[in-house]
């Protein structure tokens, strides 16, 4: 098992420009998520989702969107990018999130590094 | 909003010394839990702490939830180089997991 695999692993972008940030897992979990973490700060929810077809704002959605059209792959959209998505993005995904035991366990991707100029 | 408060933010100690990471709330979390992070990787849990005053042993680590499940503990008993890393802690509320939330992280450096 790959896990949950995350593309690209680095980024430059212009301001204004998009892009899509990539995220695939093989685990066959029900639950995904994107959070970013700024330097020296730890991880904010931008969307998860719940299974295919659903999907919801977490604590900071604003300049994002993001699909969930298989189990496999919850793709992040920037449409217009601004300095302040400077970041780094992971993905992570669980079998469960009733917030009681082993199953709730997210396993995060490698990352994505992204620099807005 | 939930806020998770995490001190110290740097802690940099000799091999061998003991010591303790804070993860406090004003806030009632349902469960909370803790994530080591290397550099250039994602967190990986450590611990999942579920009940009021609950304590876990993970070798020399002990991780302590408690009382009212507003706050957390991590404490590394004779502390190795291999220890170094980003500990998070990250708290989830009744509504379930989906939504965790995360303190800002403690950057632990051993030296040898």
């Known amino acids: 098992n790959a896990g949950v695999t995350q593309t690209p692993k680095f980024r430059i972008l212009k301001i204004g420009q998009s892009m899509t940030l990539q995220c695939t897992q093989d685990m066959n979990h029900n639950y995904m998520y994107w959070y970013r973490q700024d330097p020296g700060m730890g991880l904010k929810l931008i969307y998860y989702?719940?299974?295919?077809?659903i999907t919801d704002k977490g604590e900071v959605p604003n300049g994002y969107n993001v699909s969930r059209s298989t189990t496999e792959d919850f793709p992040l959209r920037l449409e217009l990018a601004a300095p302040s998505q400077t970041s780094v993005y992971f993905c992570?995904?669980?079998?469960?999130?009733w917030g009681r035991g082993d199953t709730d366990t997210q396993y995060f991707g490698p990352g994505t590094r992204l620099t807005v100029l | 909003t939930q806020l998770l408060e995490q001190s110290p933010q740097f802690l940099s100690i000799q091999e061998g010394e003991n010591l303790t990471v804070y993860c406090n709330s004003l806030?009632?979390?349902?469960?909370l839990q803790w994530y080591r992070q290397e550099p250039g990787e994602g967190p990986v849990l450590l611990v999942t702490v579920v009940t009021g005053g609950e304590v876990k042993k993970l070798k020399r680590l002990t991780f302590q939830f408690g009382d009212a499940r507003k706050d957390s503990s991590l404490h590394i008993t004779a502390a190795q180089p291999g220890d170094t890393g980003l500990y998070l802690c990250?708290?989830?509320?009744?509504?379930?997991?989906?939504?965790?939330?995360f303190g800002q992280g403690t950057r632990l450096t051993i030296n040898p």
């Open positions: 990250a708290g989830s509320d009744i509504q379930g997991a989906q939504k965790l939330v």
């Open positions: 989702s719940v299974g295919a077809g």
């Open positions: 992570a995904s669980s079998y469960s999130a």
């Open positions: 806030s009632v979390f349902s469960s």
